[in-house]
């Protein structure tokens, strides 16, 4: 069965624009906090040490996201993250946010790419084997 | 013939992340500020206007973005945008990002949906002709 | 007695710049995103509220910061807050952010004005009599 | 005769918030980098150079600011800057916002330390002579 890792996060006026809503470039620094907090959490890598103590990194190579509808400030954001598909130094992440009262705000697909930050420019590597296992536990199973 | 809107950039220190290459919702960030210009300048309608006089907005519905190579700290980087795709209250970009030895650093794609800020949520109008007529010039013939 | 308010939060890859530690904009957001904690917990006034129902707002006029040490990235963060002065339509606020080792990082002192957002500019306005009855019971006896 | 750093910046869409009015801690991201556009331009000292060259970095470790008024979505900034005290390892800048009209927003005194980043924590080194003399043509002859 397929693990779902999930936070909850008020939207913040630092969030918000001079519309009143969410400044969408920032919904996406959401998106990369969701997986920070999943690699700190349940993957026992926080980026501390990814970045630090391993001199690995996870560039994002490619993100296609849906806007379903505006967030507010002060919206009770559900994020929730599971893995897409899962290749050798690369892994496809589904990342949905939602209000409580279930509706969608948010569809995102990032792609990131295992990768070591002592090549200039940084180059894929594999996921290293207890990193994947942990990874795996997250796998959609369509 | 289709016009190119451009403008050039020097990535900044707080657009970088601890990995020392630009963080990618920074990037997006950037995205926006241009189509921000774009509307300041040939199109005549400042998102200050915008939102403030006219009471619009564009909120971003999708974005598709391919992340080439990574941005260093200090990269002098040509931003341009053409319009993909016009509709009658939405349109489509495409966005590059270039450093000056024409390595290719990032392309994306975001959709814009010209919207009436009075209703809650925002809903979508046509484009106004003064400011279709504008957008149609940099329109991509493909 | 003075209550404190106090939250705590992990310094993040988003708050960090390319020498690896917070990027004090960042800490200043950070210091804003505790004053909106503490008006939307105890205070029982959101900054949605205050800002869309009331049309109020708390614009900072002055703020002298000491970053006493580097914050680092995944650093655990207990942010507290206090009422230095508090004044019939502003409040000079103290914050600390101190590691869990007791390691002080900065020392803020900004002062807000309870302000009018229907007028242009803003104009200070007095604090409503149950809003500043919660703010004095974090007042600083010193 | 003092020199005065000098840039002109529009404000933007990326800076406001929900109040429509500048976000203060994006403020302090410009004045971080009018420092870091001085630093590239007439202190002939990139900030890529500063952190990927030569290890040093610029931490700012007090920071004063006086908001005078607010700034708004589209004003055209001139931001300028001059040293008002320099030590051997430390400066204090003198960072001026104005609008074109003469109306001030911002007056902002930062401090800096020159500091070798290949020490954890990072410690203070004085400036390379070559940089204080360039710096020196900035001193505030009060």
Redesign the interface.
């Known amino acids: 069965m397929a693990g779902v890792f999930t936070v909850t996060r ?1 939207l ?3 969030d ?6 969410a ?4 919904l ?2 959401h ?3 969701l997986v ?1 907090d999943w690699f ?1 959490g349940p993957l026992e890598c ?3 040490d990814l ?2 103590k391993r001199n690995k ?1 996870l ?9 379903l ?2 967030a ?3 919206d009770e954001i559900d994020w929730s993250l599971s893995v897409k598909a899962l290749n050798r130094s690369s892994m496809t992440l589904s990342v949905r946010a939602k209000r409580p009262d279930g509706e969608e705000l948010l569809h995102a697909e990032p792609t990131l790419v295992h990768s070591d ?1 002592t090549r200039d ?2 180059r894929s590597e594999p996921f290293p084997d207890e990193l994947r296992e942990k990874i795996e536990t997250y796998q959609d199973p369509q």
Do not use: K, M, Q, W
């Open positions: 008020v913040r006026f630092a918000c624009d001079p519309a009143g809503i400044f969408y470039p920032r996406l620094e998106v990369n906090n920070e700190a926080s980026f501390h970045h630090f990194g560039p994002t190579v490619t993100v296609n996201v849906n806007f509808r505006p507010e400030l002060g930050f420019p940084p």
